[in-house]
C-alpha cells in the first residue's frame, strides 16, 4: 500500500515545487480546451439559436441527427481528424498532425455537436417567446439572435462550461491526432492515461489531482453563477 | 395607420378559428374588440401584427402589405406581460434603442414615460423580477416609447389594481390624441371600452358580428 502514500506524496511535491513539466502539461490542457470550446461557441451559439427559431423542412430530422451527434465518440473525432490530417490527406500539406493545432481542430469538431445542440434545443424551447417580443419592438433578425442569447445568456454559459468540461476530460480525440509527445502534445489525460500503464504514478496522481481541482472550481463557478438568476 | 382585413380564414389543423370577409380598422381611432373567450381574438390580433403568416386571405396596413417598415412602426402587447433580464429603464429604452435614437435622447424618452405612468421607483429594478401588475405597466410603456402607428393590445389592463387601470387608461388615451396612433384593443371590460373606443368589433366564433 506504501506505492499510493508515496504517489500522492510526490504528487503533493510535483505540484507544490512548480515542477517545469507537470505545469506545461496543464496549460497545454487547458489551452486547447479553451480554445477549442471558444472558436465551436463563437460560431455554434449565433447558428445554435437561429436554426431553434426557425421553421424548416426536415426540423424533426434535423434535431434528432444532431442529438445523436452529441454523444459522438471521442476516438472518432480523432480518427476522422487523423485521415484527414495525416500526410496523405486531404490537409496532409500542413503538416498539423501530432502539434496542438491538430488537438485544437479535433476537440473544437467534438464540442461542436455537443454545443450546437444545447443551444439549439435552449432556442428551440425558449427563443420563440424572445422572437415574437423583438419582432413587436422592431427587431430584425440580427437584433432577435443577439437579444435571444443575452436573455439565454445564463444557460448558455452553463452550455459551453458542459462542452469545455468534455473537452477537457477527453483522452481519445488528443491521444490519436496529438500523439502525446512529450513537451509538445501532452495533456492531463494523454499523461495519466500513460503514467498510468508505464506503472509510474506520482505525475498520474498529481495530474489527477488537477483535473479534478478543475472541474470542482468549474462546477462550482457555474453553479454560483446560475443561482443569481 | 389604416388596417384592412378581407377574406381571411384561419384554421388549426382541420378546426376553423377565424372566417372574416371584410373588416376596417379605422385609422387614428380606438378601436375595441370584444368576443367571449376562445372567438378568436388574439388569433387576429397575432395575424395584423405579423407574428402569424398561416392563414388565408389578404391584410394591409395603409394599402400595403406587410413589410419591414410596417413591422418597425406597429407592436403588439400581449396579455402575458414578457419582459427582458435587464432593468426596467432599459427594458423601455429598448424599442429606441433598436431605432438607432441616441443614448441622451433614449434617457430623456425613457424618463418621460416613466414618470407619466408613475413607475419612477422600479425604474432600476431587474424587469424580470416585477410583479404581474407592475410588468404590464412596463409592458404597456415598452410599446408606447416609440410612438408607434398601430397600437394592438389584448388585454392589457388584466389583473390591474383600479387605480393602475386608470392610468394606463389615461396613457392610452393621451397616445391616440398626441400622435394619432391607431389602437386595436381586446377586452372584456365593457365599462373600460366604454371609456376608451370610438368603434367596436364584435367576435364570436371568428365571425364578425354587428
Ligand atoms: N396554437 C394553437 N393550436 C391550436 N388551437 C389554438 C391555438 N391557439 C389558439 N387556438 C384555438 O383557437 C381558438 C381561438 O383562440 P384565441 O386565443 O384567439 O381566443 P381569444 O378570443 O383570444 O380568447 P380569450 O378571450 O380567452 O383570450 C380557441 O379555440 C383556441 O383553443
Ligand atoms: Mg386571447
Redesign the interface.
Known amino acids: 500500500m506504501d506505492y499510493i502514500y508515496d504517489g500522492f506524496k510526490e504528487a503533493i511535491k510535483l505540484l507544490l515545487g512548480f515542477d517545469k513539466e507537470v505545469y506545461g502539461i496543464i496549460y497545454l490542457s487547458l489551452f486547447v480546451s479553451t480554445t477549442a470550446t471558444i472558436i465551436s461557441s463563437l460560431i455554434c451559439i449565433p447558428v445554435g439559436i437561429y436554426l431553434g427559431i426557425k421553421e424548416f423542412k426536415g426540423k424533426k430530422a434535423f434535431s434528432r441527427t444532431l442529438y445523436t451527434f452529441m454523444s459522438i465518440p471521442s476516438v472518432i473525432v480523432g480518427l476522422v481528424v487523423a485521415i484527414i490530417l495525416s500526410r496523405r490527406g486531404p490537409f496532409g500539406r500542413f503538416d498539423l498532425l501530432y502539434t496542438p493545432k491538430a488537438m485544437i481542430i479535433a476537440q473544437t469538431l467534438l464540442v461542436t455537436p455537443l454545443i450546437l445542440g444545447l443551444t439549439y434545443s435552449l432556442s428551440k424551447s425558449r427563443g420563440k417567446?424572445?422572437e415574437?417580443?423583438g419582432?413587436?419592438?422592431?427587431?430584425?433578425k440580427r437584433?432577435i439572435i443577439i437579444?435571444t442569447i443575452?436573455?439565454l445568456?445564463v444557460d448558455l454559459i452553463v452550455n459551453i462550461v458542459t462542452a469545455f468540461s468534455r473537452a477537457i476530460s477527453e483522452v481519445g480525440a488528443v491521444m490519436i491526432v496529438g500523439g502525446n509527445i512529450k513537451n509538445r502534445t501532452r495533456v492531463i489525460t494523454t499523461t495519466i492515461s500513460m503514467m498510468n500503464s508505464m506503472g509510474d504514478y506520482p505525475m498520474a496522481i498529481a495530474l489527477g489531482i488537477v483535473l479534478l481541482l478543475i472541474s470542482f472550481i468549474i462546477n462550482s463557478a457555474i453553479y454560483s453563477y446560475g443561482g443569481e438568476? | 395607420m389604416e388596417i384592412s382585413v378581407k377574406n381571411l380564414e384561419k384554421y388549426y389543423s382541420e378546426k376553423q378559428i377565424l372566417d372574416i370577409e371584410d373588416l376596417v380598422i379605422e385609422k387614428g381611432k380606438i378601436t375595441g374588440l370584444i368576443g367571449p373567450n376562445g372567438s378568436g381574438k388574439s388569433t387576429l390580433l397575432n395575424i395584423i401584427a405579423g407574428l402569424d403568416k398561416d392563414f388565408y386571405g389578404v391584410v394591409k396596413y395603409d394599402g400595403e402589405l406587410i413589410n419591414k417598415s410596417i413591422y418597425k412602426n406597429m407592436t403588439l402587447v400581449f396579455q402575458k406581460p414578457y419582459l427582458f433580464k435587464k432593468k426596467v429603464s432599459e427594458n423601455i429604452g429598448y424599442p429606441l434603442k433598436l431605432r438607432k435614437v441616441d443614448k441622451e435622447e433614449i434617457k430623456i424618452r425613457v424618463g418621460e414615460i416613466i414618470g407619466r405612468f408613475e413607475i419612477e421607483d422600479l425604474k432600476d429594478k431587474k424587469a424580470h423580477l416585477l410583479s404581474g401588475g407592475e410588468s404590464q405597466k412596463v409592458n404597456l410603456a415598452r410599446a408606447l416609447v416609440f410612438d408607434p402607428k398601430l397600437l394592438l393590445l389584448d388585454e392589457p389592463t388584466s389583473n390591474i389594481d383600479p387605480e393602475s387601470i386608470k392610468i394606463m387608461e389615461r396613457e392610452i388615451l393621451r397616445f391616440n390624441e398626441e400622435t394619432k396612433g391607431t389602437v386595436l384593443i381586446v377586452t372584456h371590460n365593457i365599462e373600460q371600452s366604454k371609456r376608451l373606443c370610438d368603434n367596436l368589433i364584435y367576435l364570436d366564433e371568428g365571425k364578425v358580428g354587428f
Open positions: 417567446e424572445i415574437k417580443i419582432i413587436t419592438l422592431g427587431a430584425n437584433d437579444l443575452k436573455e445568456k438568476d
